[in-house]
């Protein structure tokens, strides 16, 4: 991509790219099924995330996640009137991601039941992933969410560290995720959980408040704690 590419194409793009590989990775690789699949995932996620920051980084920030951008907003580090576009256009890329997926899977020969297969979507309770309640997946979606920004925005406030910003973020995830996968499926993004819940509807779409309001009060929390004092005369 060009660095003149609209900031929020650049985020649609970004947040299509993480759903479908990361969630591609559980359904089409078949990772979710194999003993060491959950790192394989988290693996999977992390570097993908990775490779978009240096892709398109210098275009919209790489954010592809509304969590961050309401989280960075709060830290005073991204403008409060360009929210409200970044936040749509990463749901629309979800839907976008997730639909890609579903229309690959429906390629199958023997044919794919998304209601039932699902397509890699987030969730808790008896026969979801670990069996774990709604208590636990909030506060691992918030505290996980927490974690992740607080590092976002460590790492790429150092001078020194920003070069290798791309891969400390990556990595991050895929140690978040790895660990906390099978709680709720470490979302620790709103889009990310959206696009799989909207299509695949039933329980992943009853659950979704959870993985809209936790991340961002996650990420809210994270970017209160390291707010920038905004220079004289700066609006905020």
Known sequence: MSTRTNPLVAEAFGTACLVLTGCAS?????????????????????????????AIGPISGCHINPAITLGLWVANRFPGDKVAGYVLAQLLGGIVGAGILALILSGQSVGYDIAKMGLGQTGWGNGVLGG??????????????LVFMVVIITVTDDPENRRFAGLAIGLCLAALIACFANVSGASLNPARSFGPAALVGGTALSQLWLFLLAPVFGAGIGGLVLRRQPAVGQSI
């Not at 774990?132 to 969410?145: I, S």
């Open 26 to 54: 559980a359904t089409i690789g078949g990772y979710g099924a194999t003993p060491l699949g959950v790192l394989a995932v988290a693996l999977v996620f992390g570097f993908t995330l990775t490779f978009l920051i240096f």
């Open 132 to 145: 774990y309640g709604m208590a636990a997946a909030f506060a691992t979606e918030f505290l996980a969410t």
